[in-house]
Every structure is written in C-alpha cells, then in structure tokens.
C-alpha cells in the first residue's frame, strides 16, 4: 500500500469531513437566519419556514457522513482494522460525491455548491484507490 497517497487520500477524506460539518451546521444549526436560507436560495421567511424541517433533516444526513468520514480516517490510522477504514472512507466518499452529482442534476445552477461538496470527496477516493494499488 502506498503510504503517501493513503496520507493524501485521508487528508481529502478530513477535507470533505469538515465541508459536511459546515453544510450540517448551516442546515441544521443557522437555518432561521435569512443570510444563511438565502444562501440556498430561498427567497423568503415564509418559505424558509416550510423547508426548515427538510432542511434540518438533510443537515443530519450531511453530519453522519462527516462521522462516519471522521470514524474511517481513525480506521485507517489504526493497525487491525485499516482495511476497514478505506472500505468505510471510500463508501462515505462516494455516498458525498453521488450526492454532488444529484445536486447538480436536479439544478444546473448549483454546480458551484456542487463543487464544493463534491471535490475533496473525488479526490479522496482517487488518492485511497492509489494507495490500494500501489
């Protein structure tokens, strides 16, 4: 196994973490205040408030990928159980990236947020199958 693409892979992996702890915090934590519903584009309290309950059940799904991103760069820190933690970083990586993709999907205009939600995850999986075939 290639030990620097592994580090990179869990740095990647530690990345998309954080961008879903942000994403949870927003959705989930700050959503009555308008400068953070604008954000997703809604456009007013009346309508905010009918999205509030989906919105902070779509900031739990993004706080449990950040968890179970944050449990499988311990994984792969740990000796016994390394294997494990990459099958467990590449699934949440790629739970995030698909994620990404449907963001888009449904709306063009959120390829930026798309972006931002779905680059460190591909990058961490390109740099997690590296360090497995190297």
């Not at 990647?12 to 959503?31: C, K």
């Not at 740990?78 to 739970?95: D, K, N, R, T, Y």
């Not at 779905?118 to 740099?127: E, N, Q, S």
Request: charged share 10%.
């Amino acid at each position: 196994m290639n030990g620097t693409f592994l580090v990179l892979g869990a740095i990647f992996t530690g990345i998309a973490a954080l961008i879903h702890l942000a994403i949870f915090v927003l959705e989930s934590v700050l959503w009555s205040r308008p400068a953070v519903w604008k954000r997703f584009g809604v456009r007013s309290q009346g309508d905010a408030d009918v999205l509030r309950p989906m919105a902070y059940n779509q900031g739990f799904y993004n706080v449990f990928l950040a968890i179970g991103a944050g449990v499988a760069i311990v994984m792969i820190g740990s000796e016994g159980v390394q294997e494990a933690g990459l099958a467990l970083a590449i699934f949440v990586l790629l739970s995030m990236l698909l994620a990404s993709i449907v963001l888009v999907a449904s709306n063009p205009r959120l390829l930026r947020a798309a972006m931002v939600q779905g680059l460190a995850p591909l990058l961490g999986i390109v740099f997690l199958v590296l360090a497995l075939l190297g």
